[in-house]
């Protein structure tokens, strides 16, 4: 063990100088990089403090209504899913796909669904792809009123209150 050390550090030694600081420099940037990590996935941990008693709430709400024959949810989890998903994706980058979104709310069918979809859905963070553009980290009824002008969340509401969804963007 202590041979190799020494014949690593011999080798070191007989590099270019110039070899050695390009070493060093992406050892630096390395470390950084890992020390970045670390501190944002704490970080990222006390972000998601405030969201977790609402989407606690959510889970405690739909389960209360998936209790009763009359609201229970008329979509599957995996449905419920998709449409998160596809929530996500047309919001995420540059750019918002507005009627996209829009039409997964023409598939729900009670508060349930709305629920199930906000459940599915959890905290997530939509990335601006845009310089000087902070990304935004929410659930999907935050993430929707910040992406969104107020005409398209008229739009979405008006669909809610259409289907009888109490719920609201």
């Given amino acids: 063990m202590a041979d190799t050390k020494k014949s690593i550090g011999k080798i070191y030694a007989n590099l270019d100088p110039r070899v050695r600081l390009g070493v060093q420099i992406i050892g630096f940037g390395l470390g950084a990089y890992i020390l970045y990590r670390l501190v944002k996935g704490t970080s990222q941990k006390l972000e998601d403090k405030p969201y977790d008693s609402e989407n606690q709430a959510t889970t405690n709400?739909?389960?209360?209504?998936?209790q009763n024959p009359s609201t229970k949810q008329k979509i599957s989890n995996s449905q419920a899913m998709a449409y998160a998903n596809?929530?996500?994706t047309c919001m995420e980058g540059q750019g918002t796909y507005e009627y996209e979104l829009i039409g997964v709310f023409y598939h729900l069918k009670n508060d349930a669904d709305f629920l199930a979809v906000e459940k599915a859905f959890g905290t997530r963070t939509i990335h601006s792809r845009v310089y000087f553009v902070p990304d935004f980290r929410g659930t999907m009824v935050s993430?929707?009123?910040?992406?969104?002008?107020?005409?398209?969340?008229?739009?979405?509401?008006?669909?809610?209150?259409?289907k009888g969804i109490k719920r609201r963007v």
Avoid: F
Wanted: hydrophobic share 45%; aromatic share 6%.
């Fill in 143 to 162: 993430a929707i009123a910040d992406e969104l002008d107020v005409d398209y969340i008229k739009k979405i509401n008006k669909i809610l209150s259409d």
């Fill in 86 to 88: 596809k929530i996500y």
């Fill in 61 to 66: 709400e739909l389960q209360v209504l998936n």
